[in-house]
């Protein structure tokens, strides 16, 4: 059975690509515009520079283009995250709210291994350049 799921991979890794983009800049878009949600009112240089990651790391993750750099760089950006806001608060990511923040840098390193998957300008942009 498993070797008959493998042809889907591309697609899955797609979609885990494409649904972790769009929470991601979801968090950006909550800080930036204050959607779907209100954010912070004001936001520390750390807070501005996290929006811009979310912001266009998010995008650049939907769109699966710069896939494996980008990726790498929000990899960091969780990782970053997490021990800076939610370690200090406990050692237990689910006392200290810091699930989604893992999730997140594992995500975006898997990303960084797999590559964008299909349906992204990174795989258009590879098929172009194979067909030449």
Request: hydrophobic residues 50%; aromatic residues 12%.
């Amino acid at each position: 059975m498993a070797m008959s799921l493998d042809r889907y991979e591309p697609h899955a890794v797609a979609l885990l690509r494409i649904v972790a983009g769009l929470l991601y800049l979801e968090h950006g878009t909550q800080k930036a515009f204050g959607f779907p949600i209100p954010g912070p009112e004001t936001l520390s240089g750390l807070a501005l520079a996290s929006t811009a990651l979310e912001l266009v790391g998010g995008v650049l993750i939907i769109l699966g283009f710069f896939t494996r750099p980008v990726a790498f760089v929000l990899s960091g950006h969780m990782a970053f995250a997490y021990f800076l806001a939610h370690f200090p608060q406990s050692f237990f990511p689910v006392a200290n709210g810091g699930d989604a923040a893992i999730l997140f840098c594992f995500v975006f390193l898997l990303l960084v291994t797999t590559g964008a998957g299909s349906f992204s300008i990174d795989g258009t942009r590879a098929a172009s350049t194979t067909t030449r």
